[in-house]
């Protein structure tokens, strides 16, 4: 599910429209830092770095719902500690820096 997502927000980012039906509806768009439309590949690292925690937290759902009485797998420390490093990160940046941590790396940025 998370990849038809992730497709649908880049290729919407990438478009003439530069936005989502949302990011329409407020009369947003995402730009690059240059004010031009952004590049198909920056779209999608901007989109996949933002629903990348997301992703692991429904991976660790998944599976402590599935393991049954079961001890929680070794593995699935990695993925928990993404899903909830990934938000905390995410307003560390945002309060130090004043953009978050997938607009810097894709040099996107929101506007008017």
Not at 1 to 10: G, I, S
Not at 28 to 39: A, F, I, P, T, Y
């Amino acid at each position: 599910m998370t990849l038809p997502v992730t497709l649908y927000f880049a290729l919407c980012e990438n478009s003439p429209m530069q936005a989502t039906l949302g990011k329409r509806a407020l009369g947003l768009r995402v730009e690059s830092g240059s004010g031009k439309r952004l590049s198909v590949g920056a779209a999608l690292l901007r989109n996949a770095a933002k629903f990348a925690p997301w992703e692991f937290g429904h991976t660790v759902a998944q599976q402590a719902a599935y393991s049954g009485d079961g001890d929680f797998p070794a593995w699935l420390w990695i993925p928990a500690a993404v899903a909830a490093g990934g938000p905390v990160w995410w307003l560390v940046s945002l309060f130090t820096s004043g953009r978050t941590p997938y607009d810097r790396w894709a040099d996107a940025r929101i506007s008017k």
